[in-house]
C-alpha cells in the first residue's frame, strides 16, 4: 500500500500539470506558437541547466561501480540497435520510426528515480540510483541524438553520415549541459552560490515547463490515429524492455538487492519528457512523442507496482 501510495503522489502532480497545459490551450490561452517557442526555451535553456545541476551534485566516486554501469550501457545500446533494426520494418516513416525508438528505451529517471529509491531503500542505500542516473542521462541524450538523427534522415539516403551524426549529438544542448557538468562533478570543483543558485532557479522549472507543453500538444484524435506506434513504443517501454533486462541482471546473479532496484527504476520508469522536448526540437513529429509520454505515464503507475510487488515476492528487493 506504501508503494501505491507513493506512487500516487509522484504521478498525480504530473497529471496536473499535462491537464493544466490541455485546459490552457482548449481556452485559447496558448497556441502553436507558444509551444513551439516554449520548446525551444526549454530545449537549449531550462533542460540544459537542469542536467547541470543534477550532475553537478552527484559524487561519482563514493558510488562507481564499473560492473552495474556497463550492464546499463551495454543493455541500452544493444536495444537500441535490436530496435533499429526490427521497427523500420513495421513504421517505414522513418521520422515515426525514430520516435518509437526512442520511446521504447529512454525513461523518466529524473521525475521518478529518487523518490522511488528513498521509499525503497531510505538516504543510505540510493548510492546505486543515483549511479545509474547520472550515467544513464548522457546515454539516453546520446542515444536519442542519434536515433533521431538516423532516423530523420531521407529516407532515399540509405548511406548514414556519421560525421554529421556526431556534430548533431556534440552540438545538442543536453550533451553539451551534461558534458560541461562531468568535471565538476568527478573532481568537485566548486562554483559560486551565485551561479549555482541562478542555475538551479532555470533548471528547476524545466520539469514543470516541460509537462504543460506536453498537455498543449495533446489531439485526441490524433492519439486515435496514432494508436499503433503508440502502443507499440509503451508497451516496449513498460513490459518488454524492463522484463528481459531484469531477468538479465537475475540470471547473472552477480548485483545486490539495492543494485537490482536501481536497475528496475530505470528500466521500468515512463517515458521521459526530454523524449517529447529532443522530438520536437529535432523533428516534425514532436506531437506523436508527447503522446506517448502521456499514454506511458498513465500505464506507469500499474506496471511499476507489478513490477515492484513481484520483486518483493521473489526476495528480490
Partial sequence: MENFILCAKIIFPIFAMVGLGYLLRVRGITNDNFIEVGTHILFYVMLPCSLFMNLYGSDFTAVFNLRLVLFVVVTHVAAVLLLSLIMPRFFPDRSQCGIVIQGAFRGNVILLGLPLAANMYGAAGMGPTSLVMAYSIPLYNILGVAVLSIFSADERDHKIHWGEILLKILKNPLVVGTLVAVPFALFRIPLPEVVTDTISDIGGVASAFGLIL??????????????????????????????????????????????????FILVSAPMSISSFIMASSMGPDGELAGQMVFVSTAFSLFTLLGGLYMMKCLGLL
Avoid at 219 to 232: K, Q
Avoid at 245 to 261: Q, T, W, Y
Fill in 214 to 263: 506536453l498537455g498543449a500538444q495533446i489531439r485526441f484524435p490524433s492519439m486515435r490515429r496514432n494508436r499503433l506506434p503508440i502502443a507499440v513504443a509503451v508497451v516496449i517501454k513498460l513490459i518488454l524492455f524492463p522484463a528481459a533486462v531484469l531477468a538479465l541482471a537475475v540470471a547473472l546473479g552477480c548485483f545486490s538487492a539495492a543494485e537490482l532496484g536501481a536497475i
